[in-house]
Structures are given as C-alpha cells and as structure tokens.
C-alpha cells in the first residue's frame, strides 16, 4: 500500500510501523525520529519516509544495535559514509561473537549442572546451589563436585 505524504495520524503511523504511539514519542525525544509540523485542525501527520525512517530503526534494533548506535547509523545513511557505518557493524559483530561466546560457556556450564542434578541420589546437596555458592561458577564447565550432606 502506498502511503501519502503526510497522511497517517500518529496512532495509524504507530499500527503502520507495529509499535506503540508511545515508542513515536520516545523515538522523537531521542531525535531518532522526526516531529511533524502540526498541519489544518492541529494534528501531525506521518508519511512514506516517516515510515520508512522507523522501519530503519526497528531493523537496526533488531541487529543489536543500541539507540545511540542507531542515531550514528541514522547520520550515516545518505549512503556515503559506508567506511563508518561498516566500523559501527564491526563492533557490533565483535559484540555478537563475544556474547555467543559467553551463552556457549554458560550453556555448557547449565547441561553439566543439569546432568548431576539429574544424576543426584540419597542426601546429597544440590548440585546447582553447590555450584552457585562457589565464586567461580560461571567458569565451570564441568559438573560441580558433589558433597554429602552433614
């Protein structure tokens, strides 16, 4: 569907986008977005380049990328300053491999926990608060030693 110029009140810009009237206002105190002049009758009306300004957003978002990073990018989006908007990609794709590493880590870690919770018979403590009482849990990748209670 092709959207006029200036033909979306906020609350059908809002429905158009998939986010709430709020989440426009926030955008446009962020400066992410900008506020439309008040036209005939004191309403703000939104249009194509709104829309595709907050589709812009919420992708960006969607890649990780934090309201600041998303205002950098909104700057470098004429197209021509692709050198730093790919600086501003890299990072986020070193944060990503870094954060995969991390939920590695500590999924190995909760399967090993799991695996001696599940193993577990008679009075013993728990695995899992055993492992949590020790400073260097999140380090673990093995299942915590097992003690008997008592």
């Given at each position: 569907?092709?959207?006029?110029?200036?033909?979306?009140?906020?609350?059908?810009?809002?429905?158009?986008?998939?986010?709430?009237?709020?989440?426009?206002?926030?955008?446009?105190?962020?400066?992410?977005l900008p506020v439309?002049?008040?036209?005939?009758?004191?309403?703000?009306r939104y249009g194509?380049?709104?829309?595709?300004?907050?589709?812009?957003?919420?992708?960006a978002q969607g890649?990780?990328?934090?309201?600041?990073?998303?205002?950098?990018?909104?700057?470098?989006?004429?197209?021509?300053?692709?050198?730093?908007?790919?600086?501003?990609?890299?990072?986020?794709?070193?944060?990503?491999?870094?954060?995969?590493?991390?939920?590695?880590?500590?999924?190995?870690?909760?399967?090993?926990?799991?695996?001696?919770?599940?193993?577990?018979?008679?009075?013993?403590?728990?695995?899992?608060?055993?492992?949590?009482?020790?400073?260097?849990?999140?380090?673990?990748?093995?299942?915590?030693?097992?003690?008997?209670?008592?």
């Amino acid at each position: 569907m092709e959207i006029q110029q200036d033909q979306l009140t906020i609350g059908a810009f809002a429905r158009q986008g998939g986010v709430t009237v709020e989440t426009i206002r926030f955008y446009q105190r962020k400066g992410l977005l900008p506020v439309p002049n008040r036209l005939q009758g004191g309403i703000r009306r939104y249009g194509a380049a709104d829309i595709r300004r907050l589709g812009f957003i919420r992708s960006a978002q969607g890649l990780g990328f934090s309201l600041e990073e998303v205002a950098q990018l909104l700057r470098l989006e004429d197209g021509s300053h692709c050198r730093e908007a790919s600086r501003l990609a890299e990072g986020k794709l070193q944060q990503v491999r870094q954060k995969l590493a991390d939920l590695q880590r500590m999924e190995i870690a909760l399967a090993a926990i799991v695996d001696a919770c599940q193993a577990q018979t008679g009075a013993l403590s728990c695995p899992l608060t055993e492992s949590l009482q020790r400073s260097d849990s999140l380090d673990a990748v093995e299942a915590p030693p097992v003690r008997p209670r008592g």
